[in-house]
């Protein structure tokens, strides 16, 4: 089992995610703060997240046998001891001196599923060695971003699949970043000594010569921006299961099963990217239904509460991820703060079980949030 250092603490008086969250605001200087708590633009696909988990009641049975409950789920031939995974995030050297390597040692502890984000600020190899040997861990993921050299992408690739990384999840959500306002106004930058270390060497492509009536984004950037044909080219280069993350519409989804997607996380980037897209949690069962159980399909975005896993397991989801909250813990307390955030969650997830009458997450079906068997056309 993973030893925490006696250094990292938990604070007095975090009893839930949302303490983590306003502790972590004075932990973390205003640069900082921007990147990772802001969202884009006007932030409403942000606060959509959460408040689209809070609208869903769940309709408790009673009188249910309990006694010898789990929260064990399958999720790619493994059998995980929760459904609760960490979401890759950028740069979390911002966030404390431990990084990634923090998170991932708090992960293999609580059993949860690690996605390594390709602009780590710690080596994904290093990522590995910390955790692979841990018998109780979960899954080992690699997030990628494909890169406008293909040599540099395949490379990376291949450094993932010597280090042990256990599927790769793409990105596919942001051809360009969103309008961040709060990191605009902040100024954000990266301090020195925290980047993505990932990517070294990785050489800028040549911008071209523009037009006075050309965009430098549709005309510049976005010629690098990765398509449909560029999934069959990553899967004819790995051994490893490919997720795509970042799947909001049925139709994509759809797209994405045809084309032999080893899974799907419905994702709006946390609020990042596009402003107005859709809540994960309104997303999330329109994706299941494309799908029809031809790859198991992940969710983020807002999950604050174990009765948030509770309801997304309801709605057709093979586990979820979580975010920002990690970052918090990791701000209070290292290691160990990321631990409290997952044990948090499990523990309120065995509460919300055991008093909506489900011993298993395989009793999780949407009977939970309208109290009948089936969804009702258009209710979600």
């Not at 990517?199 to 006075?212: D, N, R, V």
């Not at 999934?231 to 490893?240: D, F, H």
């Not at 980037?269 to 069962?285: I, V, Y």
């Amino acid at each position: 089992m993973t030893q925490f250092p006696a250094r990292h603490t938990i604070p007095p008086g975090l009893v839930t995610l949302a303490d983590h969250e306003q502790h972590a605001r004075t932990q973390l200087d205003d640069n900082a703060w921007a990147y990772f708590s802001g969202g884009a633009a006007d932030e409403i696909s942000l606060h959509a997240n959460r408040s689209a988990w809070d609208a869903l009641p769940l309709w408790p049975r009673v009188l249910r046998p309990l006694a010898g409950g789990h929260t064990r789920v399958p999720l790619l031939g493994r059998t995980l001891a929760h459904p609760i995974l960490l979401a890759p995030v950028a740069f979390q050297r911002l966030a404390h001196p431990d990084g990634e390597l923090a998170m991932a040692y708090a992960a293999a502890a609580l059993g949860a599923g690690v996605v390594l984000s390709t602009q780590a600020s710690v080596s994904l190899e290093s990522v590995a060695q910390a955790v692979l040997p841990d018998p109780g861990r979960g899954p080992l993921w690699f997030q990628l971003y494909l890169q406008p050299d293909r040599g540099f992408t395949q490379a990376l690739v291949q450094r993932a699949e010597a280090a042990g990384y256990e599927a790769l999840v793409l990105t596919v959500d942001a051809p360009t970043s969103g309008v961040r306002d709060r990191e605009r106004r902040a100024g954000f930058r990266l301090p020195p000594g925290v980047g993505p270390v990932n990517l070294a060497g990785l050489q800028a492509p040549t911008p071209s010569a523009l037009g006075p009536s050309q965009s430098a984004l549709f005309d510049g950037l976005l010629h690098h921006a990765p398509t449909w044909d560029d999934i069959a080219w990553l899967q004819s280069i790995t051994r490893l299961p490919v997720l795509l993350k970042g799947v909001l519409h049925p139709a994509d989804a759809g797209q994405a099963v045809s084309l032999g997607a080893a899974g799907l996380i419905v994702s709006n980037h946390g609020g990042r990217t596009l402003d107005t897209a859709p809540s994960t949690a309104t997303a999330l069962p329109r994706v299941v239904q494309a799908v029809q159980g031809k790859a198991p399909v992940l969710v983020d975005g807002g999950i604050r509460r174990g009765t948030d896993v509770l309801k997304a397991m309801a709605l057709g989801a093979s586990a979820v991820l979580v975010g920002r909250p990690a970052v918090w813990g990791l701000a209070n307390a290292g290691a160990a703060g990321v631990a409290h955030v997952l044990r948090l969650l499990r523990d309120e997830l065995e509460v919300a079980m055991a008093l909506t009458g489900c011993s298993t997450l395989a009793e999780a079906t949407y009977a939970l949030l309208d109290g009948h068997d089936e969804p009702a056309a258009g209710a979600i």
